[in-house]
């Protein structure tokens, strides 16, 4: 039997290299690597001489091989003192290329390590020293890097800028692992805009070129980004396959932050499922690996989820201390739309207890922070949540501009299940003031998105009300008939919103 290399302390630091060899060995000819394919997975291995102390080596392109090595296997730290040294080696030998190619993985290593500000500035140095010169490589890789910040600073418009900058630059120079990285990071965008078939498009044609190139890392991180755009979706079988494939191709060559950024979305693949046995172990094994990798971004996410799990379960302390502590993360790295999440999930908890105007003023805060981030998704149910408390403290004037704002974005962006939550609603509160005409028009609007919505229950729900309306606007039904069933709604709407399977996730 070939011997397990993760367990051997001679070959766990270089598991691509020992993966390729355990495949290569066999016992099926059919499914060894052919020679083809064992060269061009080896170009995208990182290299380095294994017991050289990076105190001691004064090459910088050694340095930055070795800090390569350390960035690959999720040791940030190490990565970055092998980085920094090359950089001050290659100014005082004044050699501009080690320079800018130092500044561009010291970037990287400061944004694996949540330092966004200093990553900004290194790459954007480098993106400046390659085009005065012309480097197309260069210029589209410090620009997916720019974009890559920009993107976790939650700067959608710069971030997609850039990943378009970086597409263009290596289309012209047909740098297929380029091209596959850009695509990757708009695949992303796409994803929150949202676009889910662009974004589709855009992880699909990634993994080709991944698999053509033999790029194991890069596949990995497509399957992965491809798995999230079936859970926004809702295509749960296929998510989770394809976030499986990818945990499988990073356990297999050692890349740990990848695996936890897997386990993290099967966790939130199962919790919408409502497996939270298999979800809550998914977030704590994501949780120790990012741990252990010094990785507070991550921990903080997985806080999220299981925060959320303890929501369900009406643990409602345990949920508001795990928000909170996920809030002082976010800040701390200065995530706009994890604080904005944070702060919609820990509203959520506290409408559940009835703090209404503790609630009122978090909705507030999510709502400005969705603005900030840019996020119209995010900002829809807060919106719909705040329109929810005011209602619940008789603020109905307040109330109904925020479901009208809930309703509008949530159009905008083409989530109809917060939409018809908000325009039942102002169906309701129409109703109640006695405006039958505008009643009736929300609840037309209901039916009509209801009808291709696959719930029939919320269908008759919606069409009863309908046609209650139509003929208290005609002045041929007697209001009593309406308001007793609203009246019952209104007492069980949390009972009403699982039934209809109307309630909403982030």
């Known amino acids: 039997r070939p011997p397990d290399v993760r367990e051997q302390e001679e070959t766990s630091?270089?598991?691509?290299?020992?993966?390729?060899?355990?495949?290569?060995?066999?016992?099926?000819?059919?499914?060894?690597?052919?020679?083809?394919?064992?060269?061009?997975?080896?170009?995208?291995?990182?290299?380095?001489?294994?017991?050289?102390?990076?105190?001691?080596?004064?090459?910088?392109?050694?340095?930055?091989?070795?800090?390569?090595?350390?960035?690959?296997?999720?040791?940030?730290?190490?990565?970055?003192?092998?980085?920094?040294?090359?950089?001050?080696i290659s100014r005082r030998l004044e050699d501009h290329k080690a320079t800018a190619g130092a500044m561009l993985l010291l970037a990287e290593s400061y944004k694996d390590l949540s330092r966004l500000l200093e990553a900004e500035s290194s790459f954007k140095s480098a993106l400046e020293y390659y085009d005065g010169r012309g480097d197309r490589t260069g210029m589209g890789t410090a620009s997916i890097g720019l974009a890559n910040v920009y993107d976790t600073m939650s700067e959608a418009a710069k971030a997609e800028t850039h990943y378009r900058l970086a597409l263009d630059a290596f289309s012209q120079v047909n740098n297929d692992l380029g091209r596959a990285n850009s695509m990757i990071g708009l695949g992303r965008i796409y994803k929150g805009q949202p676009k889910p078939d662009q974004a589709k498009k855009s992880y699909q044609d990634a993994e080709e070129i991944y698999m053509r190139i033999g790029d194991d890392l890069g596949r990995a991180n497509a399957l992965l980004g491809l798995g999230r755009v079936h859970q926004a979706q809702s295509e749960a079988e296929d998510a989770e396959k394809k976030c499986k494939e990818a945990k499988e191709i990073y356990t297999r060559i050692g890349g740990e932050l990848g695996r936890a950024n897997a386990l993290e979305t099967l966790g939130d693949i199962y919790r919408a499922q409502s497996m939270y046995q298999e979800s809550r172990s998914s977030y704590i094994e994501a949780a120790e690996i990012y741990g252990g990798l010094k990785y507070e971004h991550g921990q903080a996410n997985t806080m999220l989820g299981l925060g959320r799990i303890h929501y369900v379960h009406s643990e409602y302390s345990q949920a508001e201390s795990v928000y909170k502590e996920a809030l002082d993360i976010y800040a701390r790295v200065g995530d706009l739309l994890g604080r904005a999440n944070a702060l919609a999930w820990l509203a959520d908890t506290y409408r559940a207890e009835s703090r209404y105007r503790e609630a009122e003023e978090t909705y507030a805060r999510a709502n400005d922070t969705y603005i900030r981030a840019g996020d119209d998704l995010g900002r829809a149910s807060a919106l719909l949540g705040l329109g929810q408390v005011l209602q619940a403290q008789s603020k109905i004037a307040e109330a109904e501009v925020a479901f009208t704002e809930a309703a509008e974005t949530s159009?905008?962006?083409?989530?109809?299940?917060?939409?018809?939550?908000?325009?039942?609603?102002?169906?309701?509160?129409?109703?109640n003031r006695g405006d039958y005409p505008a009643a009736e028009n929300q609840f037309a609007e209901a039916v009509a998105i209801l009808s291709g919505f696959g719930n029939e229950t919320a269908l008759a729900a919606a069409q009863n009300a309908l046609e209650g309306y139509q003929k208290l606007a005609k002045g041929t039904y007697y209001r009593l008939h309406v308001f007793i069933p609203l009246c019952i709604f209104f007492f069980f709407k949390e009972l009403f919103r699982r039934a209809l399977r109307l309630l909403w996730f982030r």
């Not at 017991?51 to 990565?79: C, F, T, Y």
């Not at 962006?413 to 509160?429: D, P, R, S, W, Y």
């Open 411 to 431: 159009k905008r962006v083409g989530n109809q299940t917060v939409q018809i939550h908000a325009i039942m609603t102002l169906g309701f509160i129409y109703g």
């Open 13 to 88: 630091p270089i598991l691509q290299l020992c993966s390729l060899m355990v495949e290569c060995w066999g016992f099926d000819p059919r499914k060894r690597p052919d020679a083809a394919r064992c060269k061009a997975r080896l170009e995208w291995m990182p290299s380095a001489v294994p017991s050289v102390d990076a105190a001691e080596v004064q090459s910088p392109q050694l340095l930055l091989k070795i800090g390569d090595m350390h960035r690959l296997h999720s040791r940030p730290n190490e990565a970055l003192e092998a980085f920094e040294r090359a950089l001050e």
